[in-house]
Structure formats: structure tokens, C-alpha cells
């Protein structure tokens, strides 16, 4: 599976839309880009997943270029609640999810 | 409907002794996985299983870990004996069966090895 890239750390004000590029230069074909999001003392969630173009969801934006060797997620007009660490991750039918560091968001008042 | 439920929510033991977690996953879902997530990283599967076989065990220390899964629903997750290094929080998901299917995580059991 493509291995993916993205900041380890990220600040940004309350209300603010926040977002979080990933790299995955070498997605092949079948992959599909999802992010989930993981907050201290629990397991990860599952926020949003696209394969190209645009996906939205009352959580979130997913943006995904015709070449797919990056994505963004975006979260409009964060909160305090939205501090947590999100994770991006190229995935193909049934195989392991391989899950990196993620990037730290923090919100600040 | 009820989320992955898993237990205990901490445990700490002393090495070389043995410990077990259990699972509930969601119902219906017929994927079961456990995930080993040390301080500061992302979580890393250690097992899956279809039902009650497993699909995928390449990651999981056979030496002293164990899984089982009877019945296709419940899991365990067993360590014999603990070293200081599996020191970690170990999540357990679930998910329908298909492709790309969501992943559902409980919010694991924090083990600590003295």
C-alpha cells in the first residue's frame, strides 16, 4: 500500500476551517483515501473516505486531485472539541489498515 | 447501536506474568481486529479474523500472544508471558464484511508492565 505523508503537528484558532494535506504519491488504481480521527483515551473514528474529486459529510470535506497523489481534509470552523490526532491512510479492498503517526491538531481558544 | 465494547479499561501487571482482553464487537459485524497502539503512534494490527477464522496474523508475536474468536463474535486477546515493551493501549474494531468497509474501534485497554 502507498505510504502516506502528512505535518506531525498542526495549531489553529477556534473557528477557523483547518486543513490537513496528506501525500500518497504511489496510490495505485483500486486505493481509496480515508482519514480517521482518534481523541486521548479513544479509539480512532472514522470521519471520511473518497476516491476522487470531492466528498462531503457533516463532519467534513474530503479534496482529491485528478492524479490522487495527495488529499486534504478539511474541517470548517473548528472547535476546541476538534483538538485530537487525525490520520490519513490509503487503503484497497480488504486489506490492513496501515496507520502512521498522524497529524496533531491543537485549537486554541 | 451499541459501539465496540471492550475490557477491562486498564490493567497493569508485573512481566512475565499473563494477561487477557475481550471484545465485543458490533452486531452483525462479521471483521474483527485487534490493534496494538504504543505512546505516540498510530495503532498497529495485530490480527484480523472473517468470522471466526483468522485472515491476517503476520504482525501478531506468536510466541506470546494469542487470539481466538469462538463463535464468530467475542474475542480475546492473550499475552503469556508480558514483556516490558507490550506496554501499550490494545484497540479492538469491527467492521461489516465487504470492501472499504468502516472500521468501528472501541476505546481499548491500557496495559502497563512493571
Known amino acids: 500500500l502507498a505510504k502516506t505523508t502528512q505535518p506531525i503537528s498542526m495549531d489553529s484558532y477556534e473557528g477557523q476551517e483547518v486543513n490537513i494535506t496528506c501525500s500518497h504519491n504511489?496510490?495505485?488504481?483500486?486505493?481509496?483515501i480515508t482519514w480517521y480521527q482518534q481523541f486521548p483515551s479513544q479509539g480512532p473514528r472514522f470521519i471520511i473516505q473518497g476516491y476522487k474529486t470531492k466528498v462531503t459529510n457533516e463532519v467534513a470535506s474530503l479534496f482529491i486531485p485528478a492524479d490522487r497523489k495527495s488529499s486534504t481534509l478539511s474541517l470548517p470552523r473548528v472547535s476546541l472539541s476538534d483538538t485530537a490526532v487525525y490520520y490519513c491512510l490509503v487503503v484497497r479492498g480488504n486489506t490492513p489498515l496501515v496507520f502512521g503517526k498522524g497529524t496533531r491538531l491543537s485549537v486554541i481558544a | 447501536e451499541a459501539g465496540v465494547a471492550q475490557s477491562p479499561r486498564y490493567k497493569i501487571i508485573e512481566k512475565r506474568q499473563s494477561v487477557a482482553f475481550w471484545c465485543n464487537p458490533i452486531s452483525g459485524h462479521a471483521t474483527l481486529y485487534w490493534y496494538q497502539q504504543i505512546l505516540g503512534q498510530g495503532p498497529k494490527l495485530l490480527i484480523q479474523f472473517q468470522n471466526n477464522g483468522v485472515v491476517d496474523d503476520s504482525q501478531l508475536p506468536k510466541d506470546r500472544f494469542s487470539a481466538e474468536r469462538l463463535k464468530g463474535v467475542d474475542s480475546t486477546l492473550k499475552i503469556q508471558p508480558a514483556k516490558l515493551e507490550d506496554s501499550a493501549v490494545y484497540l479492538c474494531a469491527s467492521s461489516l464484511q465487504g470492501t472499504n468497509q468502516p472500521q468501528h474501534f472501541g476505546d481499548g485497554t491500557r496495559l502497563s508492565i512493571l
Open positions: 504511489n496510490i495505485a488504481t483500486n486505493d481509496y
